[in-house]
């Protein structure tokens, strides 16, 4: 009897191993666990960057419990196959997820990248896409947009502040597994926090440009300073990797060979081969070639610079027709889970599984 007892007690203790390590990050058949997909929109406020209060908006995609019955997908007008819902419980499996920083291209926001975001959560990451402060679709200028352009890394850096110190992210994230995906200029912001770094010289004719060109309203131009010091220390040491979509304009900006080789945070660079945009040879393939050790992958045929947005319906198409239509032959589905698939093992595999 005792006998029986022990053995059934070893049988409940591996059962319960198997379970635990199932719940972890794979299946009993070594596939890996898919999650259900949570979105959390969340806004916090900067008051330390000398420009008053600064308001951020913030969307978090994790992994989660699944959703209750009868219960619908967060709406996303104008695109389409997506699947995430708001503020389901989070996953309960005790461990601390890596955190994934999303910066969006310029003047679109977060929510244009869910694909990106919903295929790493469901895969166990925690990703936060904010809208960059005076930057995104909703709310732009010109300053932020083309001058203040160190305020981008800056967010991200705050809102990872922000996450961390928050009681209810808190507990979920591991702060040694953070790291930083963008597209375009958030692509470009992904090396520069990173630790790729501007030449002040080039970084001050940048501005300078802008500060002169005089189809920009004068109170505007006005408040656009000229000083490159803010641009020249934005890497944060806590990012342990960098995935950057079709990023530009690397040289523009003010990136030069000296200041790329000064990046040894593991990056992935990929880019469309028909990017006009931002195109491979003076972008990902310059930035590529300088950063020691660094993946580029140019995804071949006519992939223009907009591939990494959301696919579109209908509706989508109409209203944004250059971000929503591909060339003819161009499966933008099959691309993001060839994108998203590479983002994942990617990161698995510089920030632990």
């Not at 071949?300 to 989508?316: A, K, L, S």
Request: aromatic residues 10%.
């Amino acid at each position: 009897m005792l006998r029986f007892l022990a053995c059934i007690a070893s049988v409940i203790v591996l059962v319960a191993a198997t379970i635990t390590a199932c719940a972890d990050d794979h299946q009993a058949n070594g596939a890996p666990v898919t999650y259900p997909v949570g979105l959390r929109q969340l806004e916090f406020v900067d008051r330390a960057s000398g420009d008053g209060e600064r308001h951020l908006a913030l969307n978090v995609f994790y992994p989660a419990e699944p959703a209750p019955e009868g219960a619908k997908p967060f709406p996303m007008p104008l695109f389409t196959n997506l699947n995430f819902y708001a503020d389901l419980a989070p996953a309960p499996n005790g461990k601390r997820r890596p955190l994934i920083l999303f910066s969006h291209g310029r003047g679109s926001n977060g929510l244009f990248y869910a694909w990106f975001a919903q295929r790493l959560a469901s895969r166990g990451f925690i990703v936060a896409a904010l809208n960059h402060y005076r930057a995104n679709t909703y709310d732009s200028s010109v300053i932020y947009l083309a001058n203040k352009l160190w305020q981008r890394p800056r967010d991200l850096t705050l809102t990872a502040d922000f996450l961390l110190a928050d009681p209810f992210w808190s507990p979920l994230i591991d702060d040694n597994r953070i790291g930083v995906a963008g597209h375009s200029q958030g692509g470009f912001t992904s090396l520069w926090i990173g630790g790729a770094r501007v030449n002040a010289d080039r970084f001050l004719a940048f501005q300078t440009q802008w500060k002169n060109n005089l189809s920009v309203p004068a109170d505007l131009r006005d408040q656009m300073p000229l000083d490159p010091t803010p641009a020249l220390n934005v890497a944060d040491p806590r990012i342990r990797a960098a995935f950057a979509m079709a990023p530009g304009d690397i040289k523009v900006f003010g990136m030069d060979e000296n200041g790329l080789r000064q990046m040894n945070t593991p990056a992935y660079l990929t880019v469309g081969a028909g990017d006009t945009w931002t195109p491979a040879e003076s972008n990902a393939g310059f930035a590529a070639a300088n950063i020691p050790g660094a993946q580029l992958n140019v995804i071949p045929g006519d992939v223009g610079h907009d591939i990494y947005i959301n696919e579109c319906d209908q509706e989508g198409r109409d209203t944004l027709s250059e971000a929503c239509i591909d060339a003819p032959g161009i499966d933008r589905a099959a691309i993001h889970r060839e994108v998203a698939d590479a983002a994942v093992e990617f990161f698995t595999a510089k920030l632990g599984a």
